[in-house]
């Protein structure tokens, strides 16, 4: 960033010590140098990394997705002694979201479904591909994604979380199927989260692990 000092400090040594020379300057160079300034901050501005607020919306626009839901999603909001709604997963209540749901997402859910909808577009619609566009979603919380044919071949899948419980708006988007990759005639039969691998006999990659490691998934949506 560009200081005033910076051009200030140019001034001969003759005219340094002429208090009102200085003052004119200061008075033509600090607009310049603020615009400066401005303009340089308004890439990291509009980061989807760090845009919040306004700069986030307009991140959006430029997406094409929103963050005011059609459909309130329900039990999210913030409630204390709670597993699931407690510190770190439930979300308070905005001032224009009706107290049975959320329906204008929080800067960090809104970040999460504007990464969803960027994925989106540039999925290749293969499974393959899935798993590389979850890890870019997901990998950052520990979180990983399996993904089940049932039974294969037949235009039917399920999706499942592995990992750290997210929190409470990020999992009812990821029920909702606003997270969803889906090609064009599958169906989702269900989702599913599971802290530990997957349970399946004699396997023991990533998603799956058998006696001891693995354990069955809890249907979520």
Do not use: C
Request: no cysteine.
């Amino acid at each position: 960033m560009a200081a005033l000092s910076d051009y200030l400090n140019l001034i001969t040594p003759e005219h340094q010590n002429q208090p009102n020379y200085t003052a004119v300057l200061t008075a033509l160079i600090q607009p310049l140098v603020d615009a400066n300034n401005f303009v340089a901050a308004l890439p990291a501005n509009f980061d989807l990394d760090v845009a919040i607020g306004a700069q986030l919306d307009v991140v959006g626009q430029w997406i094409g997705t929103t963050r005011i839901l059609n459909t309130p999603i329900t039990n999210v909001y913030f409630t204390l002694d709670s597993d699931t709604l407690g510190l770190d997963f439930g979300s308070l209540q905005g001032p224009f979201d009706p107290s049975d749901g959320l329906i204008i997402l929080p800067d960090d859910s809104y970040r999460t479904l504007l990464r969803a909808s960027i994925i989106n577009n540039l999925w290749d619609g293969s499974i393959p591909d899935a798993y590389t566009a979850w890890d870019v979603l997901f990998a950052s919380q520990g979180i990983s994604i399996f993904i089940q044919n049932t039974p294969p071949a037949s235009m039917h899948i399920i999706y499942g979380l592995i990992g750290p419980s997210p929190d409470a708006v990020t999992l009812a988007l990821f029920t909702g199927g606003y997270l969803t990759l889906k090609p064009a005639g599958v169906i989702i039969d269900s989702y599913e989260v599971n802290t530990n691998p997957y349970f399946a006999l004699d396997s023991n990659t990533p998603p799956l692990g058998g006696l001891d490691v693995g354990a069955f998934a809890t249907i979520v949506g």
